[in-house]
T-cell receptor, first 114, second 112 residues
Framework: KAGVTQTPRYLIKTRGQQVTLSCSPISGHRSVSWYQQTPGQGLQFLFE???????NKGNFPGRFSGRQFSNSRSEMNVSTLELGDSALYLC?????????????FGEGSRLTVL | GESVGLHLPTLSVQEGDSAVIKCTYS??????FPWYKQELGKRPQLIID?????DKRQGQRVTVLLNKTVKHLSLQIAATQPGDSAVYFCAENTGGSYIPTFGRGTSLIVHP
């Protein structure tokens, strides 16, 4: 079956702009979570959506937002971009019904803010 | 959730040697501990996990140990190969959470 798909894979923005990233989960997966990855900072959790509802949220400013559609596809939006937002943004999907569920990651969207 | 801490950011070993990556966690309510491997330029993938009702779990060349008394985890990789070179993330799920909290990762370098 198809894996987790993220688009776009690469993008360049300037400070102050906004960006929308998309994530299509594995078929049947209802949970989509988003992570920011920067060198030396590991995988920092942004938020998780399950059945169109935000179920968990990390410690990121309100400029970071997301949503999930009825087909489980998810988008995340970053408004008023800052240089420090340059990172690899990974999404992961899972069934979302178990505390021990495996996360399946996409290849990520690499955002560069100039 | 609670953050997981790592003892070493980088670990270098010779091919064929064993590698041990250590991790600590601080939330005694954590009940599930997955380990993910991320090769350079690739996505993280689950390699092994352990639940809090276990002390040890073995996979193919990998073993994870859980010491709940001191809240330590360790990932042992036997007979390392260059393909084991990657960043390894330990993570923890606290009770009631469906999403793990990841540590910063340990970079393992296996020298041929």
């Amino acid at each position: 079956k198809a894996g987790v798909t993220q688009t776009p894979r690469y993008l360049i923005k300037t400070r102050g702009q906004q960006v929308t990233l998309s994530c299509s989960p594995i078929s049947g997966h209802r949970s989509v979570s988003w992570y920011q990855q920067t060198p030396g900072q590991g995988l920092q959790f942004l938020f998780e959506y399950f059945s169109e509802t935000q179920r968990n949220k990390g410690n990121f400013p309100g400029r970071f937002s997301g949503r999930q559609f009825s087909n489980s596809r998810s988008e995340m939006n970053v408004s008023t971009l800052e240089l420090g937002d340059s990172a690899l943004y990974l999404c992961a999907s899972s069934l979302g019904s178990s505390e021990t569920g495996e996360l399946f990651f996409g290849e990520g969207s690499r955002l560069t803010v100039l | 959730g609670e953050s997981v801490g790592l003892h070493l950011p980088t670990l270098s070993v010779q091919e064929g040697d064993s590698a041990v990556i250590k991790c600590t966690y601080s939330d005694s309510a954590s009940n599930y501990f997955p380990w993910y491997k991320q090769e350079l330029g690739k996505r993280p993938q689950l390699i092994i996990d352990i639940r809090s009702n276990m002390d040890k779990r073995q996979g193919q060349r990998v073993t994870v140990l859980l010491n709940k008394t001191v809240k330590h985890l360790s990932l042992q990789i036997a007979a390392t190969q260059p393909g084991d070179s990657a960043v390894y993330f330990c993570a923890e799920n606290t009770g009631g959470s469906y999403i793990p909290t990841f540590g910063r990762g340990t970079s393992l370098i296996v020298h041929p």
